[in-house]
């Protein structure tokens, strides 16, 4: 096999190994594990804050509960003392009586509190059930994406060494000035090796004379394109 043959076949190696680190880095696991990560994120600060809330909820009534049996217990002495005076006139009596009144009035709506309270909790709570389930949902699809992503760079990092090794072995059998040259080229455009079709470059569809379109054919030296200076590769079909 002519150097050329050789050359023309190391550079499909080398796009080939380009195209699988690539592809490394642009996994859609990844791209989607982030984002995935970012949204469970999102989601335990708001459960974080629903948990402030319900606590700060929760030593309200507890506040408001006391405040109902104080009331109450001042209640029963209230009316404990109201059968045991001697009522002497109407205003001591009416005293009495609305003194009783403001006492259940203030009951009746410290009980009201206590509900919408519990109501609103109520409502926390659910909100904290639907957030803990959606944070279960993400890590699961996280941990099923996981999956995926570390079989598919397992495979790709595979790949990348088994190229990166034929690689080595492609360059060990050209001649050295050779694949210098080829190297140099690499190095300098990211397309080294154009292959010759209808009679042209198919980097740069520049139309070759014949004496090149010959010389292709037989000769294993390294012919530059004139126009775009790819390494030119005549194929045989
Ligand atoms: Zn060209």
């Known amino acids: 096999m002519r150097d050329i043959d050789l050359i023309y076949q190391l550079d499909i190696l080398y796009h080939e190994l380009d195209s ?69 006139d109407n205003k001591q009596y009416e005293h009495f ?10 009951i009746d709506t410290t009980e009201l509190e206590i509900i919408d309270f519990m109501v609103n909790q109520d409502k926390v709570n659910n909100l904290i059930d639907k957030t803990k389930s959606k944070i279960d949902e993400i890590s699961r699809e996280i ?7 570390d079989s598919k760079t397992i495979n790709l990092e595979k790949e990348i060494d088994e190229l990166i090794n034929s690689i080595l072995m492609q360059r060990n059998n050209i001649s050295v000035e050779k694949l210098n040259k080829y190297e140099r080229i690499r190095n300098k455009k990211k ?47």
Do not use: F, W
């Open 143 to 149: 941990s099923d994406l996981m999956k995926n992503y």
């Open 20 to 88: 699988k680190e690539k592809e490394l880095q642009h996994i859609k696991e990844r791209v989607e594990i982030i984002k995935r990560n970012e949204e469970k994120l999102r989601y335990q600060l708001e459960l974080d804050n629903l948990y402030k809330i319900i606590g700060k909820k929760h030593l309200e009534q507890r506040k408001k509960e006391a405040q109902l049996n104080d009331l109450k217990y001042k209640l029963v002495n209230l009316k404990d003392s109201y059968e045991k005076a001697i009522i002497k």
């Open 191 to 237: 397309k080294a090796v154009a292959i010759v079709s209808n009679r042209a470059c198919s980097s740069c569809g520049m139309i070759l004379p014949t004496s090149y379109y010959d010389l292709l054919q037989k000769n294993d030296d390294i012919i530059l394109c004139e126009n775009c200076g790819c390494i030119l590769y005549y194929k045989k079909e």
């Open 97 to 106: 009586i609305s003194s009783i009144e403001d006492l259940e009035e203030k």
